[in-house]
C-alpha cells in the first residue's frame, strides 16, 4: 500500500462533472489499496470573479483581505469533493490549508511555508479517510489566512507529499505532461516520460508554464518525485526526478518559447565602473526581474546595454531606469517589444559540445536573427523577434531531433 | 463615545452597491464618536447556489462538509466589506466565526455558542479598527467550522454584543421593524417603536419572520437591547427590550399569521389513561413539534384528538402516528391542509380581560370559523381556514384598534 497525494488544478475540478470524474479517480487510485490525500484549486473562474468584485470596491485592495477573500475559492472546492467522494461511498473529510497544518509566515498573497504538522491528516489517513486539503492557502501563527502566491496549490501538493512522507505526487492538469515543445506549435512535439527537476525549472523559467517554478524548487530540495499528468484521461504523463546518468544521453530535451518579453537598450553609458551596475540597482529596488544581459563597447568610451525583462515589468523598468539617466550624462533609453526568448534544454548539455552551433546554425538556415544570447550550464537562451518565434520553435526542435525518442 | 454592533442581512449585502451603502452607515456611525463591530450574512442567492450545488452531488449531503462550505459566504461578504471600508479610508479588518472566538459544540449546522473570547475584538476595536464579523459561523474546540443554523447570524450579532459588552445592537434587515401585522395584509398596520423580548418571541413563533426566536431568546437571557430597523433608509425601527410597567397599557401589540400550518385529526382513540400519551410519544420520537391540541370525548368510549404542525413536518408526523395507530384498535388519521393560524400577542393580556371575547366577535362577524384555540399568558392563537387569514388578519387588527397608536 502506498500514500498518494494528488493535485487537481481549477480546471480539473471547473464544474460539478468535473468534481464527480476528480472523486471517480480518487476512488480508483483508494481501490487499487493506496491512502489518497487530495489537494485542490479554486474552480476555474471563481478566483477572477473575487478579484473582479473586490477591484471594483478598492483600486488595490489590502493583501490580508485579499487572502480571506481569494481562500473561499478552495474551501467550496473541498467541501464539494468530499460531497462527491461520499455519494460514491468513499469516507473523505475536508480540510482548509490551516486546518491540514500548513503553517507560514506573514507575507499575505505570498506567503512561505514554514512548517506542516501532518499529524492530523496522517490520523484521518489512518482511519481509511480520504482528505481533501485546500490548496493555496495557509495560516500564520497568529491564525490569520494567508495564500501562498501563483501556482500556490502545486506548493502545498509537494509540501503536503512532503509532510505526510508520500510514494507518489501526481500533479493532474490540462495538459498530458511536459512536451519536448508546445504541441499547439510544433505539432510533432513529444510528450516527455521523464525529467529532472532542474531541467524542469529551466522549461518553467523559459516560458513553459505547465508549473511555477517554486513547487519544482520545494520538490527538488525534498527529493520529492512527482507526475505531471491529466485529469481528463488516464494516460501516464511526465515523472519529474532527480537526475541519473543515462539522462545525460540525451541532449536537449526540450524547446521552451517565451513570449512575455521585452528588450531595453540603454546606450550612451559612460564605460566607466559603476555606471552598469547604477542601472541595475535602481532595476533590483524597483522590483524588475532582468533576464538576458549584453553590453557592448561603444565609440569614444560610451557603453550600450542591453537587457531583456517580463513585458508586464516593461513600464516599471522604464521609469527605474529613466530615473537614475538624469544624473548619467546623455545616456538614453529605448524598449522594444515584440521579442521572444527561446531556450533549448537539457541537463546533457554538461557533457556535451556544439549545442550553441546546432541551435545557431538551424536559426541561421531560416534567417531568423540572434539579438541576444544567454547561457546556464542546462540551457541555451536566445532573443529572437516575437514574430519568428513559432517558426524557430519547428526548426530548432527538428534540428535536435526532438520528435524522436 | 459608544460601542456598537450593527448586523446587516443577506439582502443588505446583496450586490457591491450595497456592499457600499453598509460602508457609508458603518463609517458615518463610527463618525459620530462610536466604536463600531459589524455582522454580516452571505450575500443573497450565494447560500442558495451552494446548496444546490451539493444537493447535485448528494442527495443528503454530509453536515459538516455543508458547514465547510456555506461559511464561504459571510467570508466572502466580511472580506469585501473590509476592502469597501478601506475605500473611504476607515481602518477595517475581517473576522472569520472563528478567528472572532466563537466557540460552539459539535453540533453541525445547528451548532450552538458555549463562548466567545471577546479579547482580540476588544484590541482591535481599542486600535480605532471598525472590526467586520462572519455571521452565523463558528468553531468548535477542535478548530472544525460550525453554523449556528437558520437565522444564525442574528444570534451572533447578539452574542458578539454580550461579548464586548456593547452599548447597542442594530439589526438591519430589509424591513423597517416588526409590525403590527404584515403591511402586505393590513395596509394600516403599523410600525411598533417598542416591543418585549416576550411579545417578539411569541410573534415569531407565531409567523412574524423578522428574526429567529433563538436570537431573541439569547438577547432576553443577558438583557441586550436591541434595535430591528431597515438598511435602506433612516428610519428608526423597533427597539426590543424588557419590560416595562407602560408596556401594560396596550393590550394586544400585534397581530401575526402563520399560514404554514397542517391540522392532524385522529379519531376513534381509546378514551383511556395513555392512549394519548402513545401519540404524542411517537411524535417526539419522529421530531415533531406539535402546536395547539383539542381533544373532545366522542362516543362510546373513543376520543377524538386533534392537533397542529408545521407544513414541512406533515408527513413525517404521519408515518409517526400511523405507526402506532396499528397498535390501537379502530383508529383512523386524517391531514387537513390548508389551515392557518391567527395569533394576538400583547404583554398586557396578563392583566386586562376581554380579549378572547373581543377576538371571536371579530372573528364571527365575518364568519370565519374557529376550528382550534390555544393560549399562553401573552397570546391567544385560533386555527383557521387558510383562504380566510389575510381577511381575518385585517378584521382582528381593527377590532383592536392596532392603526392608532
Wanted: aromatic share 4%.
Amino acid at each position: 500500500m502506498a500514500v498518494v497525494v494528488q493535485k487537481y488544478g481549477g480546471t480539473s475540478v471547473g464544474d460539478i462533472n468535473r468534481i464527480k470524474n476528480v472523486a471517480n479517480r480518487v476512488k480508483a487510485t483508494r481501490n487499487a489499496g493506496n491512502d489518497v490525500l487530495v489537494v485542490v484549486s479554486a474552480r476555474s473562474g471563481v478566483t477572477n470573479r473575487l478579484v473582479s468584485e473586490a477591484k471594483t470596491l478598492h483600486e488595490n485592495p489590502d493583501e490580508r483581505e485579499m487572502d480571506m477573500l481569494l481562500t473561499v475559492g478552495e474551501q467550496e472546492t473541498i467541501a464539494l469533493t468530499a460531497i462527491a467522494l461520499h455519494a460514491l461511498d468513499v469516507p473523505a473529510v475536508s480540510r482548509t490549508g490551516g486546518q491540514a497544518g500548513i503553517i507560514t509566515d506573514h507575507e499575505h498573497t505570498r506567503a512561505r511555508i514554514l512548517k506542516i504538522d501532518g499529524h492530523d491528516l496522517r490520523d484521518q489517513l489512518a482511519k481509511g479517510k480520504v482528505v481533501i486539503v485546500a490548496g493555496f492557502q495557509g495560516v500564520n501563527k497568529e491564525g490569520q489566512t494567508t495564500t501562498l502566491g501563483r501556482g500556490g496549490s502545486d506548493l502545498s501538493a509537494i509540501a503536503l507529499a512532503v509532510a505526510i512522507k508520500a510514494d507518489l505526487c501526481q500533479i493532474f492538469t490540462d495538459v498530458e505532461g511536459v512536451y519536448t515543445a508546445d504541441p499547439r506549435v510544433v505539432p510533432n512535439a513529444r510528450k516527455m516520460d521523464v525529467i529532472t527537476y532542474d531541467e524542469m525549472l529551466e522549461l518553467a523559467s523559459s516560458g513553459s508554464k505547465v508549473m511555477q517554478p517554486r513547487a519544482v524548487e520545494f520538490a527538488y530540495k525534498y527529493g520529492i518525485n512527482f507526475e505531471i499528468r491529466s485529469s481528463f484521461n488516464n494516460n501516464t504523463g511526465t515523472m519529474v526526478k532527480g537526475e541519473m546518468e543515462s539522462m545525460e544521453d540525451v541532449v536537449v530535451r526540450g524547446v521552451a518559447v517565451d513570449k512575455n518579453q521585452a528588450k531595453i537598450i540603454v546606450s550612451g553609458l559612460p564605460d566607466v565602473p559603476g555606471s552598469t551596475a547604477k542601472v541595475f540597482n535602481a532595476l533590483a529596488d524597483a522590483n524588475v526581474n532582468v533576464d538576458m544581459i549584453v553590453q557592448n563597447i561603444a565609440r569614444a568610451g560610451k557603453a550600450n546595454l542591453t537587457f531583456t525583462v517580463s513585458l508586464d515589468d516593461t513600464s516599471r523598468a522604464k521609469k527605474a531606469v529613466s530615473g537614475i539617466l538624469d544624473s548619467i550624462s546623455r545616456s538614453s533609453v529605448k524598449i522594444i517589444g515584440n521579442i521572444a526568448k527561446l531556450s533549448v534544454v537539457g541537463v546533457g548539455m554538461r557533457s556535451h559540445s556544439g549545442i550553441a552551433a546546432t541551435l545557431f546554425s538551424a536559426l541561421a538556415k531560416s534567417n531568423i536573427n540572434i539579438q541576444l544570447i544567454s547561457t546556464s550550464e542546462i540551457k541555451i537562451s536566445v532573443a529572437i523577434d516575437l514574430d519568428k518565434a513559432d517558426e524557430a520553435c519547428r526548426v530548432v526542435h527538428q534540428a535536435f531531433d526532438l520528435d524522436k525518442s
